[in-house]
């Protein structure tokens, strides 16, 4: 299927089969209005882009930092408009400290899995 501007388009089953999301996650990024279906067809089916594609990544990619919502859309708002968005560098290097802090978090916790692991491995 292609767009009326000649790219590739895709129903929601393979951009979930591309994104290794679940249908039910899609849906509800597309009801926040985190990842809204640029088209449907005319039975109703949600048509998405490689743009779309793309967003998601970058949604699956901040999603385990801990960002709300409204974070996110911020976020992605940021990242499509930059500076002419209107937030400044200011709010995106606050985003940027928070990830390193939710990353530098999860390190801790993954090396206290990896020290559990390997006392009961030792057993």
Do not use: C, W
């Not at 606050?94 to 491995?121: C, G, V």
């Amino acid at each position: 299927m292609t767009a009326k501007t000649g790219s590739t388009t895709m129903h929601i089953g393979e951009l979930a089969e591309r994104t290794g999301l679940s249908l039910r996650t899609i849906r509800h990024y597309d009801e926040v209005g985190l990842l809204p279906a640029r088209a449907r067809t005319d039975g109703g089916f949600r048509v998405y882009s490689e743009e779309d594609f793309e967003r998601l990544m970058v949604i699956k990619q901040i999603k385990p930092l801990g960002f709300s919502l409204e974070e996110m859309a911020d976020i992605l708002a940021i990242l499509r408009e930059g500076q002419a968005s209107g937030h400044g560098p200011g709010k995106l290097s606050q985003y940027l400290e928070k990830a390193m802090e939710q990353r530098a978090k999860m390190a801790r916790n993954l090396a206290q899995a990896d020290e559990f692991i390997k006392r009961i491995s030792a057993l």
